[in-house]
């Protein structure tokens, strides 16, 4: 059925049939080719930054881990030796609680609400006590390490230099394209460099048999 409109015959005539298969062309060749260029440019670029959106993703994490309320507080020292066990006591102990407090109507709704708010922030800094002891602020610390020879450009050099900043504007072709020019760049200074040094050495080479020569003609 191909536009079978104001009492026109159902299969359409050659005139609708013909606008038909030009907008089918046109959405086909068009708007898709359009859309999956944009999602493919949009995934390339994704596709670029996994590693660090991963790495941010867990830092991110883990500072939040770190700025949680943690057991025991700096005025009190006991440490429960099983964190997951006595988390369960805790709730094992809470749940039945809040339920029957729950099951009486003339209790404020706030009040078992608020047992359970108190059980659950008790028992998350129970999960997330330190393994280390502290007896005071000063000793929370977070290291960051990293190597020292680490050197990025070694790896991917299209990151070093003036046009590291343009290179989020590309797509991944062009930062392929640019990574192995500045290899054949280093790699032809690196030859040159050989080249020098064979042509020093040759030179200082021939001058000794030239040397040598001359004190056997003597």
């Given at each position: 059925?191909?536009?079978?409109?104001?009492?026109?015959?159902?299969?359409?005539s050659p005139v609708t049939f013909v606008f038909l298969v030009i907008a089918v062309v046109i959405f086909c060749i068009c708007v898709l080719n359009l859309f999956i260029a944009?999602?493919?440019?949009?995934?390339?670029?994704?596709?670029?930054?996994?590693?660090?959106?991963?790495?941010?993703?867990?830092?991110?994490?883990?500072?939040?881990?770190?700025?949680?309320?943690?057991?025991?507080?700096?005025?009190?020292?006991?440490?429960?030796?099983?964190?997951?066990?006595?988390?369960?006591?805790?709730?094992?102990?809470?749940?039945?609680?809040?339920?029957?407090?729950?099951?009486?109507?003339?209790?404020?709704?706030?009040?078992?609400?608020?047992?359970?708010?108190?059980?659950?922030?008790?028992?998350?800094?129970?999960?997330?006590?330190?393994?280390?002891?502290?007896?005071?602020?000063?000793?929370?610390?977070?290291?960051?390490?990293?190597?020292?020879?680490?050197?990025?450009?070694?790896?991917?050099?299209?990151?070093?230099?003036?046009?590291?900043?343009?290179?989020?504007?590309?797509?991944?072709?062009?930062?392929?394209?640019?990574?192995?020019?500045?290899?054949?760049?280093?790699?032809?200074?690196?030859?040159?460099?050989?080249?020098?040094?064979?042509?020093?050495?040759?030179?200082?080479l021939d001058s000794g048999m030239e040397a040598v020569e001359k004190q056997q003609k003597q």
């Open positions: 059925m191909v536009l079978g409109l104001d009492g026109a015959p159902q299969e359409g944009v999602h493919g440019e949009a995934y390339e670029k994704a596709h670029e930054k996994a590693h660090i959106s991963f790495v941010q993703e867990r830092a991110t994490i883990c500072l939040q881990c770190l700025l949680r309320p943690s057991w025991p507080p700096a005025c009190f020292k006991y440490k429960f030796p099983y964190r997951k066990g006595a988390y369960l006591v805790l709730m094992v102990l809470v749940l039945p609680c809040w339920v029957m407090m729950l099951r009486v109507p003339a209790l404020h709704p706030g009040l078992p609400s608020a047992l359970l708010f108190v059980a659950l922030a008790f028992g998350d800094s129970i999960l997330v006590q330190k393994k280390w002891d502290k007896e005071c602020e000063d000793q929370y610390y977070l290291w960051i390490c990293h190597r020292a020879d680490y050197d990025a450009s070694s790896i991917w050099p299209a990151d070093d230099g003036p046009e590291a900043d343009s290179s989020e504007l590309d797509g991944r072709h062009a930062g392929i394209k640019r990574d192995n020019f500045l290899r054949f760049e280093r790699m032809a200074a690196e030859i040159e460099q050989m080249r020098r040094y064979v042509v020093d050495k040759t030179q200082g």
